[in-house]
């Protein structure tokens, strides 16, 4: 008769399997929390995630490809479970509500993203393509919400948002809250500001979408 697999094989078995990306940006930012962001090199990101080096140098061969695969996973998790866009729900409200879903998945790994942000100011590929990044960032965050990220009001609406999310993301640096309530508050300040002001009036329902 053939045994019966314990209940440890079972749960092991269940257990999600990480793929490399994710090993790779769990490790890349245990590193930057434990050496900080000017420290980390990929050879001790590969070994933190037990991987081979060739496996992680194609993934990310600098600390500036690091930061595109962070931006890749918080974007994912991010949009994770945006669905249509209740008519019932301001443009404010709902980019509210995908903004925090980003700081809420940054403070899963509060330390190491707190690093890298503050390292990768001084360090300028890195912070190339975070700049970038950004860009994309905020147009799916605009485009969840219900806004068009194209175009030259599109581009505006971009370089607006991403005024608010700066303003945001200095709060969070700061926010030791569990519930995150400092950052709420100056992210529902910001984006309030920049509803009432004229050159950011793309956050608002136009009046055709809204007849």
């Given at each position: 008769m053939a045994k019966k697999p314990s209940n440890k094989s079972a749960k092991a078995s269940q257990a999600p399997v990480m793929s490399d990306a994710e090993r790779i940006v769990?490790?890349?930012l245990a590193e930057a929390a434990a050496?900080?962001?000017r420290n980390v090199s990929m050879s001790a990101v590969a070994a933190r995630a037990e991987l081979a080096l060739a496996t992680v140098l194609i993934a990310a061969p600098t600390r500036a490809h690091l930061?595109?695969?962070i931006f890749d996973r918080l974007d994912a998790r991010m949009l994770d479970g945006v669905a249509a866009r209740d008519e019932a729900d301001s443009v404010r409200d709902?980019?509210?509500e995908v903004a925090m879903k980003r700081f809420d998945a940054m403070n899963i790994h509060r330390d190491g993203m707190r690093a890298v942000v503050a390292g990768a100011r001084f360090d300028p590929p890195a912070l190339g393509v975070a700049l970038c990044r950004a860009?994309?960032?905020a147009a799916m965050m605009l485009s969840a919400a219900g806004v068009s990220p194209d175009g030259l009001f599109g581009c505006a609406r971009i370089q607006g948002l991403k005024v608010v999310l700066a303003c945001a993301l200095k709060a969070w640096m700061d926010d030791d809250s569990a519930d995150l309530a400092k950052t709420m508050a100056v992210l529902d300040r910001a984006l309030e500001r920049a509803e009432s002001l004229v050159r950011f009036r793309g956050f608002r329902r136009p009046q055709t979408e809204a007849a």
């Open positions: 769990d490790a890349g050496l900080g962001w930061v595109a695969k709902r980019l509210f860009d994309r960032s």
